[in-house]
T-cell receptor, first 115, second 110 residues
């Protein structure tokens, strides 16, 4: 079946612009995670959704970052007033249950470059 | 969340068995140990998970001693295609925040 998809795969933007990154989880998956991954580092947790409820946003770096999952399926990560330090790979993952130990299925990521 | 410590990198040759050990001294009673593999330009991929003793699947084995303060991922007869970063995670049942750490970069040589 279809895996997790993310769009766009690449995004280049100018400093100060807003960007919206989309994640399509595997159909029926309850849990959805957003991560940020810098080159040579492991994924850094940003936020977690259980259906449409954002249950943990402790990893969001500041208030320029927000995420939503209004219908419990597709999710959008929005970065307002982008800065060069926001440049990274942004990854989305979904899992079938509401358990932290459940297998997470990762998407291909969105490479964000802020000029 | 329990912190994990792994070697930064390891080298091996094709056909050898590779063992990567992860320390998680502060693991809690309900925590599970999970390993992911990540190839360049791809997202992490689940390899194996365990709670205690030994778990084996078609890809790897996971050895967890009785005190559960460490775990060892064992890859039998590695090939060049096993060159990747391997992450050890401790995941709390019912919890959500997942800490990956820097992982272990395994380089398999011919």
């Amino acid at each position: 079946g279809a895996g997790v998809s993310q769009s766009p795969r690449y995004k280049v933007t100018k400093r100060g612009q807003d960007v919206a990154l989309r994640c399509d989880p595997i159909s029926g998956h309850v849990s959805l995670y957003w991560y940020r991954q810098a080159l040579g580092q492991g994924p850094e947790f940003l936020t977690y959704f259980n259906y449409e409820a954002q249950q943990d946003k402790s990893g969001l770096p500041n208030d320029r970052f927000s995420a939503e999952r209004p219908e419990g399926s597709i999710s959008t990560l929005t970065i307002q007033r982008t800065e060069q330090r926001d440049s990274a790979m942004y990854r989305c993952a979904s899992s079938p249950q509401r358990e932290g130990r459940d297998t997470q299925y990762f998407g291909p990521g969105t490479r964000l470059t802020v000029l | 969340l329990a912190k994990t410590t792994q070697p930064i990198s390891m080298d091996s040759y094709e056909g050898q068995e590779v063992n990567i050990t992860c320390s998680h001294n502060n693991i809690a009673t309900n925590d599970y140990i999970t390993w992911y593999q990540q190839f360049p330009s791809q997202g992490p991929r689940f390899i194996i998970q365990g709670y205690k003793t030994k778990v084996t699947n078609e890809v790897a084995s996971l050895f967890i001693p009785a005190d559960r303060k460490s775990s060892t991922l064992s890859l039998p007869r590695v090939s060049l295609s096993d060159t990747a970063v391997y992450y050890c995670l401790v995941a709390l049942t019912g919890g959500f925040k997942t800490i990956f750490g820097a992982g272990t970069r395994l380089f398999v040589k011919a």
